[in-house]
Structure formats: structure tokens, C-alpha cells
């Protein structure tokens, strides 16, 4: 199968890490903030998991209505790189933002904001992938992208500690934010915009073309068979992922009754394991495809929630945050570069667009674990994401063998 994206003719290596750094930057955000310090402190502060639950919940369903649309804004304008400066400064602000106040409404609207754009920004940051990498080394490229991410997430937990011991809980925002601005320098300035239409610019006319293109292309995909099934697999295994990264913490210290610095060992550890598999997947994603990554990947989200869930031993839910970093580094190696496989010519910011919805749209998942934990416990939660892993292995496993990049 011949290429289906216009890739860079050739390897350079500022560009490359330019764009891998992002992953470090925008993986502080994610492991700061979503996972480890803000879930436990609105516990606190609510007594419940719900209202964090529904903020994940609207920022998520809000990112999966835009993510599409601004993937085929960006195909057209060709500003895929100032879109992603423009939503990282946002999110990088709101983030900030949460230190300066305990109340808890005020905390959800902020993260509201911060994920929110987050999320939207991912649609930028991988539609800029192709032009810093050649065809044959893309999922190289990703897998060093996931692995510098572990690597940010790793050296943002061993500072956070004694930061927050300096500091309180309550300014880690601060760091985090400022964490992920100045790691994003690179890639605002190192990686060269996506070519796209002469004259066209972001309008109000745009973005309305833009989403009825995006219905088309939906109504498309019944026709498009293995797209139609890797976007319903990754709806539900991220899903499961999503949920499951977001209330760790808030399960290992409120269900397990953890201490803090257990938790943080337990993170370490999902982090160093995925910094450890994710360049050996990049590496076997370019050799056999994404299709067979997916399906082993799932197999070991199960695995790790089912150990998590039979356990409440500290040293088997530590071998457990070990195995998990091996899945958590290949979903996101495999997914990215499976969508790349399948994309149509010059529609690659579209169809990541709608790779993004899939997972922003399984966010859902994450107001039901909320609900399902202050109804039921902190276990009913967790087994209902074995189910979602279990549909979204049917999925993949419904992808034609062989699809990969030439």
C-alpha cells in the first residue's frame, strides 16, 4: 500500500525532538493535574467523585464536537502549529489558575478550561507529526514522542513531592502550568507549519464548511470499514484508559488507603514502564503494524485492572502500575500511527480529528465511574471498565490484517 499522507522527505533531528518534546510538555499537564493532585483534593473539598466525574465528562463531550472540526480547519489553513501555541497558552493559563482558589466550583470551571483546550490541542500537535518524519519511520517517531512523555510525567512526579511539601498541594498548579509552557517552546519554534490551501483563514463561513464536511465524512464510514471499526475500538478501550488514569490516585488512596508517597511510587513506576516499552513499540508498530499492537495492548489493560481489582496488596498493585505502563505507552504508539495508515490523502488533520473525538467522547465513562463510585464502591467502578476493554478488543479485532503504511 502506498503512502496516504504527505510525510517530510527526510529525517531531521530538531524538528523530530521539537515535536517529541510536546509529548514531555503536554504529559506534566496530564499527570500533575488530571491524575494525581487534582482528583484527591476535590474529594476533599466535595466528598464525592461525581463532580469531577461531569467536568471531565463536558470538557471531554465539548473537545469531541471541536476536535474534528478544528483537525479539517487545520488540513485547510495550514495552521495547525499556531493553533496548537494558541490552545496550549489557554490551557497553560486556567491551569495556573486553580491555585488561586479553594472553591470548588470555580476549581471545576478552570479545569473545565484547561482540559478542554488541552484536548484540542492534541488534534494540532498530531496532525504536525508527517512533517518532521519520513513514512517508514513514523511510528519510531511516535514511540520517541510517548517515551519523552514518560519521561516529562516521571521527572514532574520526583519534583512535584517536594514542592508540594515546600509549597502546599494547593500551588502545584503553578508548576505544572509552568512546566508545560516552557517545554513547549520547541515545538511553537522548531517544526514548520502543514501545507495547506492559498488563502484560506480561519471564518465563521470556514469552520460551518468544515463541520458538515466532518458529517459527511462520518456517514462515510460505514464504507471505510477497518476506520469505522479502530475508531469504535478506541471509543471503548480509551474509554477505560481515560477513566482508570484520571480516579488512580482517588481509588489507591480512598479505596486502597494508600499513602501519598506509595501512590507516587505506584505512578513512578506506570511512568518508568512506559518510557521503557514505548520506543521497543514504536519500533515494532513500523515493522508489523498497529492492528496487532492494539489487540495486545487491550489484553493488558485488562490484565492490570483485573490484578488491581482481586488485591488490595501494595506489591502486586505496584506489578500492576509496572504492566500497566506497557499498555498505556502502546495505546497511544499504535493509535496514532493505525490512524495515519487509514487516513485518505491530505485529510489526515480530519481524520485526526476524528480519532480525537473518539476519545474525547469516551470521557462519558469517567462520569459514570464517578457516579457508580459514591452509589456503589470504588470496585463496581473499575469492573465496568473490563467490560468497555472487552468491546473494544471485539473492535480491533474486526480490522483487516495487514493495513499499514507503505
Not at 464525592?48 to 488540513?75: N, W
Not at 518508568?272 to 515494532?284: D, E, N, P, T
Not at 470521557?363 to 469492573?383: H, K
Request: with cysteine; glycine share 10%; hydrophobic share 50%.
Amino acid at each position: 500500500m502506498q503512502a496516504r499522507v504527505d510525510y517530510a522527505p527526510k529525517n531531521r533531528t530538531l524538528p523530530i525532538v521539537s515535536w517529541a518534546l510536546y509529548d514531555f510538555a503536554n504529559t506534566i499537564f496530564s499527570i500533575l493535574v488530571v491524575t494525581r493532585y487534582l482528583p484527591p483534593l476535590l474529594k476533599e473539598i466535595t466528598g464525592a467523585s461525581s463532580p469531577l466525574g461531569g467536568a471531565v465528562a463536558l470538557s471531554m463531550l465539548l473537545a469531541g464536537i471541536l476536535v474534528p472540526v478544528m483537525g479539517a480547519v487545520s488540513d485547510l489553513t495550514g495552521r495547525s502549529r499556531r493553533y496548537l501555541t494558541v490552545t496550549t497558552i489557554l490551557c497553560v493559563t486556567a491551569t495556573c489558575g486553580i491555585s488561586f482558589t479553594q472553591q470548588a466550583p470555580l476549581m471545576l470551571g478552570l479545569f473545565l478550561v484547561a482540559n478542554l483546550t488541552y484536548q484540542v490541542s492534541m488534534v494540532f500537535y498530531n496532525s504536525l507529526l508527517p512533517t518532521v518524519c519520513t513514512a517508514d519511520k513514523v511510528g519510531t517517531v511516535s514511540g520517541l514522542g510517548v517515551a519523552l512523555g514518560y519521561v516529562g510525567s516521571f521527572s514532574a512526579l520526583l519534583l512535584a513531592g517536594p514542592y508540594v511539601r515546600a509549597y502546599g498541594v494547593e500551588r502545584v498548579f503553578v508548576l505544572a502550568g509552568g512546566l508545560f509552557l516552557i517545554f513547549s517552546l520547541p515545538i511553537f519554534f522548531g517544526v514548520a507549519e502543514r501545507p495547506g490551501t492559498p488563502g484560506a483563514a480561519l471564518s465563521r463561513e470556514l469552520v460551518a464548511d468544515r463541520f458538515r464536511r466532518v458529517l459527511g465524512t462520518v456517514r462515510e464510514l460505514p464504507s471505510h470499514r477497518s476506520m469505522l471499526y479502530f475508531l469504535l475500538g478506541n471509543f471503548f478501550c480509551l474509554d477505560a484508559v481515560n477513566t482508570t488514569i484520571i480516579f488512580y490516585s482517588e481509588y489507591l488512596i480512598h479505596a486502597r488507603g494508600f499513602s501519598g508517597r506509595k501512590v507516587d511510587l505506584c505512578l513512578i513506576a506506570v511512568q518508568l514502564s512506559a518510557l521503557c516499552f514505548s520506543l521497543w513499540i514504536g519500533r515494532r508498530v513500523d515493522r508489523a503494524g498497529s492492528r496487532s499492537m492494539l489487540l495486545w495492548v487491550t489484553v493488558v489493560w485488562i490484565v492490570v485492572i483485573g490484578l488491581v481489582l482481586l488485591t488490595g496488596s501494595y506489591p502486586v498493585v505496584l506489578l500492576a502500575s509496572v504492566v500497566g505502563g506497557f499498555g498505556l505507552g502502546g495505546i497511544w504508539v499504535a493509535g496514532r500511527t493505525m490512524i495515519l495508515e487509514l487516513s485518505p490523502p491530505q485529510r489526515v488533520g480530519e481524520f485526526m480529528g476524528l480519532y480525537g473525538m473518539t476519545g474525547k467522547f469516551s470521557a462519558i465513562g469517567a462520569l459514570a465511574f464517578g457516579l457508580l463510585a459514591d452509589v456503589f464502591s470504588y470496585d463496581r467502578a473499575l469492573m465496568f471498565q473490563i467490560g468497555m476493554l472487552l468491546v473494544g478488543y471485539f473492535f480491533f479485532s474486526r480490522i483487516a490484517p495487514g493495513t499499514r503504511t507503505a
